[in-house]
């Protein structure tokens, strides 16, 4: 890797840090490029040669959350393909999911928390029911045994799953990974009647 390469990683790195630092105790609306060059120790026009505005370097965060999380599922869904391994894929993937969402809880607790900026838990929930419905797509056996429509079956499944994680986060994950899964797979369970 070639020295401007990774000055310029570890420029990015430091703007990011530095950005995230201040939402914690700052919210979105009230911070300028002024305030995170200043915090970062790095002038104005280094903090554009990276980012377009603020918002372009919020963007660039939470893509990269969203295609962290995105390249778990895929990577699960790719390992079943009948009912029975998919229901085990299902408890495989919220134990990664878990184990991912404690990796970038502190990301999450910041931009789940009042400081975040507006409209993240949609943009949240949009792109984890866009990799799921993509994944449940191409589970032939699956969508042949769906009872009800995929888009509220998916708009179902999201809201749950994303308002476990909401109130792990916030309870400062006072449960282990395996732990949520159990406590996920216990109330897909009771829904189910079994």
Known sequence: MSVYIEKNRKTKKLIQESFLEMLQSKPFESITVGDIAKTANINRGTFYLHYVDKFDLLDKIELQLFEDLGNH????????????SFEK??????????????MHSPLLKILLSDHGRAGFHLRFKLAILEKVRINLEKNKNYNENLQVPMDYFLAFITSA??????????????????????????????????
């Not at 894929?89 to 404690?102: D, H, P």
């Not at 949520?180 to 009647?193: S, V």
């Open 73 to 84: 599922i895929d990577e699960l869904q790719s390992s079943y393909s009948s009912i029975h």
């Open 89 to 102: 894929g299902q408890e495989q993937l919220a134990a990664t999911l878990f184990s991912t969402i404690k």
């Open 161 to 194: 799953f994303l308002g476990l994680i909401e109130q792990w986060v916030q309870n400062d994950l006072d449960k282990t990974p395996e732990e949520m899964t159990k406590l996920y797979i216990d109330i897909i369970f009771f829904i189910q009647g079994k």
